[in-house]
Nanobody, 115 residues
């Protein structure tokens, strides 16, 4: 199993970014996917979850209405569209999957929101 994130970077407050996570090594369309983030000095936090088919999603309260998780099962990719970014969204963002009872993480992508 391999998860590879991309799309992070430096953005001004109020801006947008789209993160991508390319998955391989398992039947992507059969598993829910998650995005987590970890800010400096803080614990890793679950940001968003999407069901295996993409029909259901959940978000942490702090990003509701601003972030959207989606997936393309034909491309084995999950996305996190982040709008109206705030300084408190600055963190390393990680893609996560639990496959056959094992936890898998990507390497993370840095998102920095600053003027």
């Amino acid at each position: 199993v391999q998860l590879v994130e991309s799309g992070g970077g430096l953005v001004q407050p109020g801006g947008s970014l789209r993160l991508s996570c390319a998955a391989s090594g398992f039947t992507f369309s059969s598993y829910a996917m998650r995005w987590y983030r970890q800010a400096p000095g803080k614990e890793r936090e679950l940001v968003a979850t999407i069901s295996y088919g993409g029909g259901r999603s959940n978000y942490v309260d702090s990003v509701k209405g601003r972030f959207t998780i989606s997936r393309d099962n034909a491309k084995n990719t999950v996305y996190l569209q982040m709008n109206s970014l705030k300084s408190e969204d600055t963190a390393v963002y990680y893609c996560y999957a639990s496959v056959v009872g094992k936890d898998y993480w990507g390497q993370g992508t840095q998102v920095t929101v600053s003027s």
